[in-house]
């Protein structure tokens, strides 16, 4: 039985994700840190679920740490694009700063073996001095993030790092679900049932799930192999989904995901 850690849990992406894993009966316990309350009464008063909140995401305190200890898991939903913050700096700071201090503080505070599921997004770029034609900063920012934390994991055995590089996520609807199928042709896209589904997966069972590869793209976790050897594609298409009904939020959607309208794939900035 699992314990992990869920972050952006407030968000689109996040918010899924957090349904998916109390539904999830190999996991017993969740740890969210947050900087606000969960809204959602079903969600926060659930037995599983205990939210610490978190002002400050880039120093974590001794007690703080103490609390994670016994994790196995991780999943990181916090981000979006450059658009969906006051300026490039900020969304640097939330998207990497955060995020490799955070894995900085699991390899200082032993919380290991852990994997460590990091929601990045399609056409994540790592090489900053590169000519990007299109949405050079969200990309150059993810691919940033990912080379932060696989630096830390290459130098900690027993922090697996896994960067799952979603491209449009729908919501978990009829109408998302079809548009999914409609227009995939058109870029990277996918349900946000099935990102849930498919992080819930890769948290728990690692490289068992990726076949060892660290970065999984759109097209992966579209269609991603479970442990039964089923491919639950969320579409309207393919069975239908197996996650949870989402929340108000996650049943609006988000167009293109991290590359989108409405927010990102993870919300705006949900931390």
Sequence with gaps: MTKIILTGATGFVGGTVLRQ????????EIIILSRRELTDKDVKDDAKVKVILQKDFQRYSPELLEQLKGAEACIWCIGGMVKDFPNAATARKVQVTYAVAFAQALKDGDILP??????????AEREQDKELWYLEETRKIKGEAEAGLAAIAESTPGLNVYHMRLGGVMANTTSGNLTTSLLGWSGPMVSVGQVAAVFVDVALRGDAATNSK????????????????????????SGGSTTPRPSAEGRRGSWLGNFGRKGSAVGKSAV
């Design 214 to 237: 660290t970065i999984l793209e759109n097209d992966d976790i579209v269609n991603h192999k479970f442990e039964d050897g089923m491919r639950r594609k969320s579409s309207v298409f």
């Design 114 to 123: 852990i994997n460590f599921v990091f929601c990045s997004g399609a056409w």
């Design 21 to 28: 894993a109390i539904a999830d009966p190999r996991i017993t």
